[in-house]
């Protein structure tokens, strides 16, 4: 079945970049999301990025995906303690529409 | 509305009773789905509505829980004689046909 892999934590200082990676087993997803989620709060999304793009730069923030190593990553730049929160990656089923998640990276950011 | 909505947004009950979690979707969202978040077990599907078509209830974890959508727009998630593992918090998500799917804030259930 479909496995969506993170790492669990990553922490970072204020005004640097973050990178979080997430690797995937479905091949034939069309579309890869990314959720934020703040204490107690529910699933925001971020972005997403269609399978047949590699780069999509939205603001601060930069997903790459490589569709041969099924490997999709998220940069976050000039990182902000609001960027403080835990971090989803998710692929959508192609003939269901349901995500299949990845367990999520906490990103923390000091001063 | 803005957004989706659930309600409540928290949950207390005893083991063993029935509960009732509530979605309102995004209006003229098609499809609506609900997942489940626990410490255990992360992000999962529950059961996903899409038009009138017969709901995917391939996510759910045991003939106690049900759901249904009503006239297209709300639904509700019913959990029936629950147990300790059933704690969690419950998200409930719409889209349009193969779009975003959006998500509400959640419904977070503690069994006692």
């Known amino acids: 079945g479909e496995d969506v892999e993170q790492s669990l934590f990553l922490s970072v200082r204020e005004g640097d970049s973050s990178v979080i990676n997430c690797t995937y087993t479905d091949s034939s997803s069309t579309y890869l999301y990314w959720y934020k989620q703040e204490p107690g709060a529910g699933l925001q999304l971020l972005t997403y990025?269609?399978?047949?793009?590699d780069m999509k730069q939205d603001q601060r923030l930069t997903v790459l995906l490589n569709k041969k190593d099924k490997h999709l990553s998220l940069r976050i730049a000039d990182t902000q303690t609001g960027d403080s929160a835990i971090y989803f990656c998710a692929e959508r089923e192609d003939n269901t529409d349901k995500l299949i998640f990845g367990t999520g990276t906490r990103l923390q950011v000091f001063p | 509305g803005a957004g989706v909505s659930q309600s409540p947004s928290n949950k207390v009950t005893e083991k063993g009773k029935d509960v009732e979690l509530r979605c309102d979707p995004i209006s003229g969202h098609t499809a609506l789905y609900w997942y489940r978040q626990s410490l255990g077990q992360g992000l999962e599907f529950l059961i996903y509505f899409q038009g009138n078509s017969a709901p995917d209830k391939s996510g759910l974890p045991s003939d106690r829980f049900s759901a249904e959508r009503t006239g297209g727009s709300v639904s509700t998630l019913t959990i029936q004689r629950t147990q300790q593992e059933d704690s969690a918090v419950y998200l409930c998500?719409?889209?349009?046909?193969?779009?975003?799917?959006?998500f509400g804030p959640g419904t977070r259930l503690t069994v006692l």
């Open positions: 990025i269609f399978s047949n793009m």
């Open positions: 998500a719409s889209s349009l046909l193969g779009g975003v799917q959006f």
